[in-house]
């Protein structure tokens, strides 16, 4: 069965108990900015909800990431972020997917 994109949502703010709505196992995610339709980053994992938590910086984020501005930029424009999400049944299809949004990474500020 082929998913759909989610819609897009606001990327929620833990200080204010907002909680994130995406796959608890395999998918990928797309990030933009609402004010500038900028888009921010994308990405894939095996479980996306807890990969997510990872784009904003310690201590509001969890996990670890190699991309300090990455998540700096994330939680200082936080009011403007918007995200969807993609389940996946197979590393395959996720990976089919990401290739998707590769192939137009010019248009991300941080296309890896």
Same mark, same amino acid.
């Given at each position: 069965?082929?998913?759909?994109?989610?819609?897009?949502?606001?990327?929620?703010?833990?200080?204010?108990?907002?909680?994130?709505?995406?796959?608890?196992?395999?998918?990928?995610?797309? &990030? #933009?900015?609402?004010?500038?339709?900028?888009?921010?980053?994308?990405?894939?994992?095996?479980?996306?909800?807890? #990969?997510? !938590?990872?784009?904003?910086?310690?201590?509001?984020?969890?996990?670890? #990431?190699?991309?300090?501005?990455? #998540?700096?930029?994330?939680?200082?424009?936080?009011?403007? &972020?918007?995200?969807? !999400? &993609?389940?996946?049944? !197979?590393?395959?299809?996720?990976?089919? &997917?990401?290739?998707?949004?590769?192939?137009?990474?010019?248009?991300?500020?941080?296309?890896?």
């Amino acid at each position: 069965m082929v998913q759909e994109w989610s819609e897009w949502r606001k990327f929620p703010d833990p200080r204010f108990c907002e909680f994130l709505v995406a796959p608890f196992g395999l998918g990928c995610y797309d &990030i #933009r900015r609402s004010d500038t339709v900028q888009l921010v980053c994308f990405g894939v994992g095996g479980h996306v909800a807890l #990969r997510m !938590t990872s784009l904003l910086p310690p201590p509001l984020g969890l996990g670890t #990431r190699n991309n300090k501005l990455k #998540r700096q930029y994330i939680a200082e424009h936080l009011p403007y &972020i918007e995200y969807r !999400t &993609i389940p996946c049944a !197979t590393r395959t299809e996720a990976l089919k &997917i990401e290739k998707g949004l590769k192939s137009n990474k010019k248009a991300y500020k941080f296309p890896t």
